[in-house]
């Protein structure tokens, strides 16, 4: 597969604080990739910096094989919703389907419609007035039915409910499905969309902690539960990620090696697979307690 | 070209601020204008009096209110729409033209309304009772040359110094509008001291068509200032 964002030696500086520390990572073209981290930890200004919203620090930044600073051919096929999109004054959801067929030849008008009706979106309001949960339709609806070659979701489920979310997966997967492009989504909610990721970039205070394939990382680390006496004495010499105690007993997700399994079995340890969701917290207390 | 123009329209879908709201303004200051000349006939003065007339003649109420409000406007038109417009994969530079394209129509229109509402005011004898709106000196009292030379020089300058203002808004934050205004109020100091010396000679010198010239000007630089702020302004900012 070829690459459709690469990114090299990415730094960003707000003056004495560091957004981005040298990333370097690739994103493959027809893919929906998990930006992944805690607040602050990068994910909007790497999206920001790859659709040219901002200017690097340092590092290059190449999409579809060019800079996309000032780039029409580039970001004439990316389209990046943020979290806290601004629109026009004045502008109802009417002038956004108006907007939006006009400015990407690939919008779907249908889709568009199917999107207004299936988040139950109020065309005679202004979209400013809207409520969060709207406003992040309103981001869901022009991110997807401009189907543009390189899309980007910032958060996209903010103030949605339950059923709202499994709607926006259910039709983010049917739309990719029937028409492939790269997608990069920077979620909190893993669990509820790691079944549509192919691949998953966790970043922590501005670095890459993780760049793998979904399934490779859900092999990471192991949960072991039991006693806790058992799980000190077999997790001595491996690197645990977290630790969780009630009584006597426990869990902890630990950075699975060949042995961790047979070992944590021969202590009667119940061993599992740590879901995408714990390795990804692990990671962000694991670093804290480290820097603290 | 296509996203230049994709730009201007996502400008004019605003109607309400592209087509109403300079047409209500003005309206507005002409009923403003007809009610206190209305009020000054009550008060016994013969406002239609060629000599009362030429007083009513000084009324810049029309130019204030439009400044005011072309300046908000271009503030408005550089920073509302740029973080959407940029969402959808616009370039800075194809925003600034597509910008720029909307003030050219924003000062076609005004243009056009105002020499509407003049014709109407002249026809009328001044809204029949000596009521001067747009037939003031500062718009040429009636003369087509000056007004044809100022009005559109002037729309386009206010436009533009409010986009610019914006602009300086989204990369500098709360400094950059103090900045410009600063700057502003030093170059009309700066040229108020080099005038002031020779004032009679400049007035000899000076016509309208100067005027115009230097609005054309200032709104040019304007824009340029505009497009240099906003190629290196952040979207997170808007």
Known sequence: MTAAIEVHGLTKRYGSVIALDGVTLSIERDSITGLLGRNGAGKTVLMSLITAHETPTSGTVRVLGEDPRENERVLGQTCFVRDNQRYPDEFRVPH???????????????????????????????????????LSAVGILVGLASRAPLTFFDEPYLGLDATARMLFYDLLLRDYIAHPRTIVVSTHLIDEIEDLLSRVIVLDHGRVREDAGVDELRGRALRLSGRMDAIERVTANHAVLHRTSLGVLGTAVVTATTDLADEAAAAGLTTEPASLHELVAAYGLHTKEVSS | ?????????????????????????????????????????????????????????????????????????????????????????????????????????????????????????????????????????????????????????????SLALG???GASWLRFGNRGPLIICAAFVLLLLAAILLVMPRLDAFLAWFSVLWAGVALVVLAAASLAGAWSFLSRASVRNA
């Open chain 2, 163 to 165: 986009a610019l203002a």
């Open chain 1, 96 to 134: 956004l389907l108006d907007t939006g067929a006009r400015f990407y030849p690939s919008w779907d008008a249908d889709l568009a419609a199917r999107v207004v009706d299936t988040f139950e979106l109020p065309t005679d309001r202004d979209v400013r007035k809207l409520s969060r949960g709207q």
């Open chain 2, 1 to 157: 070209m296509k996203r230049v123009l994709d730009v201007f329209a996502l400008h004019v879908s605003r109607r309400s601020t592209t087509w109403l709201m300079p047409l209500w303004l003005s309206l507005g200051v002409v009923a403003v204008m007809v009610v206190i000349t209305f009020a000054m006939r009550l008060a016994g003065v013969d406002t239609l009096d060629p000599e009362i007339a030429d007083g009513l003649r000084n009324s810049q109420g029309i130019l204030w209110t439009l400044i005011g409000f072309l300046i908000a406007l271009g503030v408005q038109s550089s920073v509302a729409c740029f973080a959407f417009a940029l969402a959808l994969g616009t370039t800075r530079r194809q925003y600034v033209i597509g910008t720029g394209l909307y003030f050219l129509l924003q000062t076609a229109y005004l243009s056009v309304l105002l020499s509407l509402l003049l014709v109407l005011e002249k026809a009328t004898n001044h809204w029949f009772m000596g009521a001067h709106t747009l037939d003031v000196w500062a718009l040429g009292a009636g003369d087509w040359g000056h007004f044809l030379t100022v009005v559109p020089s002037g729309v386009l300058a």
